[in-house]
Each structure stands twice: as C-alpha cells, then as structure tokens.
C-alpha cells in the first residue's frame, strides 16, 4: 500500500510562488508500467477539484492553473512536485496528492486509491 505524504504547504501573497512535494513510499508503478499520478485541491464546502495529473497517458491541468502551475515527478516516480507561480487568492485550499497503477483515464472513472493527508496554501490579496 503506497503511502503519500505531502509538504511545501504555506501563505503567501498573490502573485507568489510556492512549491508543493508528494513523497511516495514505494514508487507507484504496476507490471504494465501504467500508472498516474496528481494532485488536487479542496475549499471546504466544496468539491475536491483535480487540478493536474502525469501518467503514462500523458500530462494534463485544469483551466483554473493552466500556465501557472507546473506538475513533474522523478524518474523513480516517488516524488511528485507541483510548482506554484503566479498564485492567486482563489488558489488557496488543502491540496493533496494522489496515486495509482492504472493510466490516468481509467483512474478519473475509477477513483484514486492513494491519497496524502494534505498540505495548506494560503494566498493572501
């Protein structure tokens, strides 16, 4: 069982940069050498959003952090990093990371096995 563990959570004023890691117990792998990996974010009372995955189905952002954010893991696949720049008061959350051995198409219909405890990103205006 991959355990995750996130850090890099902090406050900051609109217009900075913060960057967020996702250390994986075990690399997240499977004999097929599918697998995802992402990171979301939630506001309480609302929906936990996706908002940037990579896989072996390629990379892909949400429209809120598209040309903002940046999504990268190592090639051992234990450490998932989301760069942060240009954040915005509307990025603040808890953003969690989260993995599985399956391509990330098949994931979004199946749901993440592997979820982190959280990091908070506060964005001050």
């Known amino acids: 069982h991959v355990q995750l563990v996130e850090s890099g959570g902090g406050s900051v004023e609109a217009g900075g940069s913060l960057t967020l890691s996702c250390e994986a117990s075990e690399a997240v792998t499977s004999l097929n050498e599918d697998y995802c990996m992402a990171w979301f974010r939630q506001v309480s009372g609302k929906e936990r959003e996706e908002i940037a995955s990579?896989?072996?189905?390629?990379?892909r952002y949400a429209e809120t952090v598209k040309g903002r954010f940046t999504i990268s893991q190592d090639n051992n696949r234990k450490k998932l990093t989301l760069q942060m720049n240009k954040l915005k008061p509307e990025d603040t959350a808890m953003y969690y990371c989260?993995?599985?051995?399956?391509?990330?198409?098949?994931?979004?219909?199946?749901?993440?096995?592997?979820w982190g405890q959280g990091t908070q990103v506060s964005v001050s205006s």
């Open positions: 989260a993995a599985e051995v399956w391509e990330c198409s098949v994931v979004r219909s199946t749901g993440f096995g592997h």
């Open positions: 990579i896989g072996s189905d390629g990379i």
